[in-house]
């Protein structure tokens, strides 16, 4: 486990908005993911009837959206211990392998770094 305080600030900040949009909408994920530019994407679960997006890869589609050509970093705060192969592979797709992902609990302590 990686406390969030050992985070860097911008880190740290993207697992707090991913957090924070997982309060707020009451949905089961937040995610957020920071662009090349330091740009900040953030969103929760979508969960349509005819359309299911976790909240990862809905930040990942915003952030290819608005002309993104790269990921720093990505942070989902879920109740999951583990994240999907296809939500990681979103942000790989983007970011490249060396892209760190973290996921936290819903107090936003980092269980896992990817």
Known sequence: MTESTDLDPEDRKIVTLARSA???????????????????YVAGTVALDSLQLSALRTAVAMAVASGAESL????????????????????RDLGGAGTPVFLAGADGAVKVTL
């Open 72 to 91: 720093e970093a990505a942070a989902v705060v879920s109740g999951a211990d583990v994240l999907p192969d296809e939500d990681v592979a979103a942000v």
């Open 22 to 40: 997982r309060a707020r909408n009451g949905v089961p994920e937040g995610a957020a993911v920071r662009d090349e530019t330091g740009r900040t």
